[in-house]
């Protein structure tokens, strides 16, 4: 993958492979090649792969449609085929759209943003078709996600943890655990907004799938269509683990906003009981604090510790029943 700090040029490029005995290997001349992979691609690359090949290349607008008949087209014997990659990004993962075209003959990828599952993509197959090199890369981008949820579900399970440990145990103060609530909040979104993605890229290959092995059963080799029969099986438990972690991720928000509201609760718990308990002394002091001359205590040797001691008492009597009510 390119480093984020990569110059547009350096982002820029395009990748031709030949397919032989061994597999695939990278050649120099376009026009021999069996797969071309456009990255960022510049007029000029656009301009020269569809004079190769014929097709007519994906832009970035066109790949982006969101509607099955822009991201499923046939013309002819060529499939036009666009779904959504993930691009892991400083600001969180964002989607990219991607585009796949495929022929008896080549494959077109075009993508806008790096993508690990192309630039560490390997088919040690021999002589593998065009729709073997698609078949591959579907397999390769599926099983992709299948680790961001395995570890979506990881992250998951350690929120979870942290969580439900911080209602058992009161260390760290009020402090910590606000700032524990936090960052909890901000990891459930960020691992949300993962989620929301990876459902986003599975179902555009889910929908890739079927439609090529229908569209190409002209010239699709024999052996592939167990394989995309199974990848749309694969897709399929994917879908229902998403589904599964979703629900586990909305529960666990769910949990964190009652905390939040448990905190809030206890900080107006506090609040009420000290407005409360400070009504009595008040009143005491009010009372005393009166400029009237024939205030009896006034005329006592003891009446200031009289009057500190009422106010003492007072206090700790709503405290008490406060205590004995288990308020507190």
């Given at each position: 993958?390119?480093?984020?700090?990569?110059?547009?040029?350096?982002?820029?490029?395009?990748?031709?492979?030949?397919s032989?005995?061994?597999?695939l290997?990278?050649?120099?001349?376009?026009?021999?090649?069996?797969w071309?992979?456009?990255?960022?691609?510049?007029?000029?690359?656009?301009?020269?792969?569809?004079?190769?090949?014929?097709?007519?290349?994906?832009?970035?607008?066109?790949?982006?449609?969101?509607?099955?008949?822009?991201?499923?087209?046939?013309?002819?014997?060529?499939?036009?085929?666009?779904?959504?990659?993930?691009?892991?990004?400083?600001?969180?993962?964002?989607?990219?759209?991607?585009?796949?075209?495929?022929?008896?003959?080549?494959?077109?990828?075009?993508?806008?943003?790096?993508?690990?599952?192309?630039?560490?993509?390997?088919?040690?197959?021999?002589?593998?078709?065009?729709?073997?090199?698609?078949?591959?890369?579907?397999?390769?981008?599926?099983?992709?996600?299948?680790?961001?949820?395995?570890?979506?579900?990881?992250?998951?399970?350690?929120?979870?943890?942290?969580?439900?440990?911080?209602?058992?145990?009161?260390?760290?103060g009020?402090?910590?655990?606000?700032?524990?609530?936090?960052?909890?909040?901000?990891?459930?979104?960020r691992?949300?907004?993962?989620?929301?993605?990876?459902?986003?890229?599975?179902?555009?290959?889910?929908?890739?799938?079927?439609?090529v092995?229908?569209?190409?059963?002209?010239?699709?080799?024999?052996?592939?269509?167990?394989?995309?029969?199974?990848?749309?099986?694969?897709?399929?438990?994917?879908?229902?683990?998403?589904?599964?972690?979703?629900?586990?991720?909305?529960?666990?928000?769910?949990?964190?906003?009652?905390?939040?509201?448990?905190?809030?609760?206890?900080?107006?718990?506090?609040?009420?009981?000290?407005?409360?308990?400070?009504?009595?002394?008040?009143?005491?002091?009010?009372?005393?604090?009166?400029?009237?001359?024939?205030?009896?205590?006034?005329?006592?040797?003891?009446?200031?510790?009289?009057?500190?001691?009422?106010?003492?008492?007072?206090?700790?009597?709503?405290?008490?029943?406060?205590?004995?009510?288990?308020?507190i």
């Amino acid at each position: 993958m390119l480093p984020d700090h990569a110059t547009e040029r350096e982002r820029t490029m395009l990748h031709a492979y030949a397919s032989d005995t061994n597999g695939l290997r990278t050649i120099d001349d376009p026009a021999n090649a069996v797969w071309i992979d456009l990255l960022n691609p510049t007029p000029e690359e656009v301009a020269a792969t569809a004079h190769i090949t014929g097709f007519i290349v994906p832009t970035e607008a066109s790949a982006s449609e969101i509607e099955s008949s822009s991201r499923l087209v046939t013309r002819g014997d060529t499939v036009y085929l666009t779904m959504p990659l993930i691009h892991r990004t400083d600001d969180g993962p964002k989607g990219v759209p991607a585009g796949f075209v495929l022929s008896p003959t080549h494959l077109l990828t075009v993508r806008f943003a790096p993508s690990p599952v192309f630039d560490s993509f390997k088919l040690p197959n021999p002589a593998p078709t065009s729709a073997h090199i698609l078949t591959a890369l579907l397999e390769a981008i599926v099983d992709r996600q299948a680790d961001a949820l395995e570890f979506v579900a990881h992250e998951l399970d350690t929120i979870s943890h942290r969580i439900f440990a911080m209602g058992v145990s009161q260390q760290g103060g009020r402090k910590k655990e606000d700032a524990t609530l936090r960052r909890t909040l901000g990891e459930i979104g960020r691992l949300g907004d993962l989620i929301s993605h990876i459902r986003d890229t599975l179902v555009g290959a889910g929908r890739i799938g079927p439609y090529v092995e229908i569209a190409t059963a002209a010239h699709l080799p024999p052996d592939l269509p167990p394989r995309l029969k199974t990848l749309h099986q694969d897709i399929a438990s994917l879908n229902d683990f998403d589904t599964h972690l979703n629900d586990k991720l909305q529960f666990l928000l769910d949990a964190t906003m009652g905390f939040i509201n448990i905190a809030q609760n206890n900080v107006m718990k506090v609040m009420t009981i000290a407005s409360v308990v400070g009504i009595p002394p008040v009143l005491v002091a009010g009372i005393y604090g009166m400029n009237f001359k024939n205030i009896p205590e006034y005329e006592w040797s003891y009446g200031y510790a009289y009057g500190l001691g009422l106010i003492l008492l007072t206090t700790l009597i709503p405290l008490a029943a406060f205590r004995w009510r288990k308020w507190i």
